[in-house]
């Protein structure tokens, strides 16, 4: 697919702001803006609210990755789904 540049003005201190909190994710401004700009197509609204999350547990970039591959999995129309009541749950942690 052909790649364009798209040049967007915004207060500088701003854009250093933004692209801390992307690197926090693991992604550049320029990332973020394209998977804002595909979501916006998608979904054609200001598709989600994005929130900085400070629990440690969910930015550490290895617990990250072990959430971003169970994502795709469950996502996954191929995968295999386990599929437990509560009841089930509790009694699996009674064992």
Known sequence: MAQTT???RMDDNLK???EWFCNEF???LSTAMTVFAK???RERRIPFEITADTDPFFTHPVNRAHLLEAIAE???PNSPK???TMDELEAMSNE
């Open 26 to 28: 693991g992604m550049s």
């Open 74 to 76: 469950f996502d996954d």
């Open 82 to 84: 386990i599929i437990k």
């Open 6 to 8: 798209v040049s967007i």
């Open 39 to 41: 979501a916006i197509v």
């Open 16 to 18: 250093k702001q933004a």
